[in-house]
């Protein structure tokens, strides 16, 4: 596509890239095909023959064409774009890609959820994956992240029994893409370190409006080497410019079934439109000396460092400006492992990374079919390679000569092993010692004091989603022992918290008082205080014959403008003529869209338009629905009418200076003929920034 850039990768992916057009159909020995409708038979009615080379290549290959899914993460989807780093880090890191600010690096990142298997719908309740593949000069980084800061449990080995139980219970197979049953809340009462986390996953984190508005989290602590061989703690960040942004649950579940795919057509059109998402590089940087200065342990990853006493600093961005060709050769193989560095990032002893750093290469030999899979031109570095590797399933290389080992002298030892100048890789040189036990350490035991400090920092909005999320998952589960250990387990968190599941799930409110005693909190954590942007969102515009032509134009050409999205809906498709006589075409209807799928609603004015939208069901349901789940809505002239007639009717209030009616300020915009315009339409587009008005929902 004309506006998305090329770069090293970019050229490299070329070479493998193949276009159709104008060619002959051939068998995959390039023999031309003359038929391929008709298999060879013995007379037109007898059987099909053994030799009909055509036929069991094209049903052979068509076969095996599937390749098993990832364990988790199965859904995903990828996009390419670029990094480039603000100034050198030189001071903590010697990584080349994070030294010159004129240097774009390639990128390839895939987006995913981790529950659901490869069909499922992408707007299930869910932590996100965030995989990030740079292509550096120094060879592949993997940054392979996801949309919540902390995770489940404290050490990889229990990493089988947290997917067993939140997967679909094995002798059904239900429920898909959800935590909701049983056995997911049966692990998390006997496992009380998932407390902080499940806080995080009952929030609106696990429900983002798209894979644009959500941060990224490394969650494990990386180090940072820096030239002279220093190291430095580090959390790796990604903050997305548009703000973090969730839907609501209500509308979540409906997308799931109105659009299944909703997330990757929201990124791949925001691609094509030239939207390209952007989101910073931020790292929080730790001193070796200051380990132990906290009061968690900062190896712990069920523990987040609070950026209110760890300051993220944003070091870079990263642009997705490219869609790919072809999601089975680029989403589908693309092969992340957070094992893959390169020299300035190490690891740290965090018992989750170092189970991690054993897993993904291990889980891709069985998905991916052998051990070459880093030839897969997606996965293939733009740092040349080589070595003494060989042979295996699927071998691209021709390596040339006899020798295949190392020391040799018939080669003069090539490829030699690099020194420290050249740049090869040295491990940290850390001391450990110890005795080889299977032991957790004391510094881990502290289960819940960060999921209070995540509770405080709720807005009254997020905490009521924490609990009609709760209500929701936990009322799922069949088992009233189970519900009743979660309100327990709840009260170690907070109190009121706990009577309040317990009031959805028909549990006993707890009976010892609760909380850790923690009242401080973590504003960065709120999506309140994210940043607030009308840019890029959907825009529905209702639309029947006999519209005011001049207003609604205006108004689409203020927030096309503005950057937004706007599409035209009727109860059919096709020409709408306005009261003047224009037309204009709606590419949408009630039958294949929903309020679901947008960000804001106008109502255009016009008597005619008015008593059309009136007569139609579905106009009501579309209005309810915004208002419900509290999206901003914009009408005009007599189209504000036809508000007088649903929901939005109570927040109706009487304005003294007005005879027109006037609704209170809660996202609900309207103008009348002898108002200022201009002024509506900017209020209306920063109506649409404040993302969702809650004060409908607890007001
Ligand atoms: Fe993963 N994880 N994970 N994970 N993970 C996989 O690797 C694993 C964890 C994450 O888009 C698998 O290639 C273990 C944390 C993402 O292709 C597997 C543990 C974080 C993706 C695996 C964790 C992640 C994966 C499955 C605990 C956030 C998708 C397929 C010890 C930092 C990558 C695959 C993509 C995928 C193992 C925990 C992120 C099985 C053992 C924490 C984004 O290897």
Not at 212 to 235: A, D
Request: glycine share 8%; hydrophobic share 35%.
């Amino acid at each position: 596509m004309d506006n998305q850039s090329k770069n090293e990768k970019d050229s490299q992916l070329e070479d493998y890239r193949v276009e159709h057009k104008n060619t002959k159909l051939t068998t995959n020995q390039g023999v031309r095909v003359n038929d391929t409708d008709n298999s060879l038979k013995t007379g037109e009615r007898g059987p099909t023959l053994m030799e009909d080379f055509h036929f069991r290549e094209k049903m052979t290959h068509f076969d095996h064409e599937r390749i098993p899914e990832r364990v988790v993460h199965a859904r995903g989807f990828g996009v390419h774009g670029e990094f480039q780093v603000y100034k050198p880090l030189t001071k903590w890191t010697k990584a080349k890609f994070l030294q010159d600010p004129s240097v774009k690096t390639p990128v390839f990142v895939r987006f995913s959820t981790v529950v659901g298997s490869r069909g499922s719908a992408d707007t299930v309740r869910d932590v996100r994956g965030f995989a990030t593949k740079f292509y550096t000069e120094d060879g592949n980084y993997d940054l392979v992240a996801n949309n919540i800061p902390i995770f489940f449990i404290q050490d990889a080995i229990k990493f089988p029994d947290v997917v067993h139980a939140i997967k679909p219970e094995p002798d059904n197979e239900i429920p898909q893409a959800t935590a909701a049953h049983d056995t997911f809340w049966d692990f998390v009462v006997n496992h009380t370190e998932t407390a902080h986390m499940i806080m995080w996953l009952m929030s609106d984190r696990a429900i983002p409006r798209s894979f644009r508005m959500m941060e990224g989290f490394g969650v494990n602590t990386f180090r940072f080497i820096n030239e002279e061989g220093k190291g430095h703690f580090v959390k790796f960040h990604w903050k997305p410019k548009l703000g973090v942004h969730s839907l609501v649950w209500d509308e979540a579940q409906k997308i799931a079934g109105k659009d299944p795919d909703f997330h990757r057509r929201d990124i791949w059109d925001a691609i094509n439109n030239g939207d390209f998402p952007e989101f910073e590089l931020g790292v929080q940087v730790i001193e070796e000396e200051q380990e132990f200065n906290f009061d968690f342990d900062i190896l712990d990853p069920t523990k987040f460092w609070p950026e209110e006493q760890v300051p993220v600093q944003l070091v870079g961005k990263m642009t997705l400006n490219r869609n790919q060709n072809n999601f089975f050769a680029e989403t589908e193989q693309a092969a992340f492992h957070p094992g893959n560095v390169v020299p300035g990032i190490d690891f740290s002893n965090d018992p989750l990374l170092q189970g991690r750093l054993f897993s993904y290469q291990d889980t891709q030999l069985l998905r991916l079919g052998g051990p070459n899979f880093h030839e897969i031109p997606i996965n293939r570095p733009t740092a040349p390679v080589h070595n003494n590797q060989r042979d295996g399933f699927h071998q691209m290389s021709i390596d040339k000569g006899k020798v295949s080992y190392s020391a040799n002298s018939l080669r003069q030892n090539a490829p030699e092993p690099a020194t420290d100048a050249e740049n090869g890789y040295v491990h940290y040189q850390e001391k450990v010692e110890g005795y080889k036990i299977r032991q957790r350490s004391s510094s881990f035991n502290d289960h819940y004091r960060q999921a209070t400090l995540f509770w405080n920092s709720m807005s009254a909005a997020e905490k009521q989603h924490i609990i009609d999320a709760f209500h929701f998952e936990v009322g799922k589960v069949k088992d009233k022992q189970i519900r009743q250990r979660v309100v327990d387990m709840f009260n170690h968190v907070d109190g009121g918290l706990a009577a309040q599941i317990a009031q959805g799930v028909g549990a006993n409110p707890p009976s010892q008082p609760g909380g850790t005693g923690i009242t401080a909190s973590s504003p960065a954590v709120s999506q309140e205080n994210t940043i607030k942007e009308a840019r890029t969102r959907k825009v529905a515009m209702l639309l029947e014959g006999g519209f005011s032509f001049e207003p609604l134009m205006q108004a689409l050409t203020s927030l096309q403008g503005a950057g937004l999205q706007v599409e035209l809906i009727s109860h059919q498709l096709g020409m709408v003529t306005s009261e003047e006589g224009q037309q204009l075409e709606a590419m949408k209807s009630y039958t294949t869209a929903g309020s679901v799928m947008y960000d804001a609603l106008v109502i255009p004015g016009g008597q005619q338009c008015l008593n059309n939208l009136s007569m139609h069901k579905d106009t009501f349901t579309f209005l309810n629905d915004t208002f419900k789940h509290a999206k901003p809505i914009g009408a005009f002239d007599e189209g504000a009418d036809l508000l007088m007639s649903s929901d939005v009717q109570g927040t109706l209030i009487a304005d003294p200076e007005s005879t027109n009616q006037v609704f209170s300020d809660l996202g609900v915009v309207t103008v009348r003929k002898a108002d200022d315009f201009t002024a509506f339409t900017n209020e209306f587009i920063q109506a649409i920034g404040q993302h969702r008005h809650w004060m409908r929902q607890t007001g």
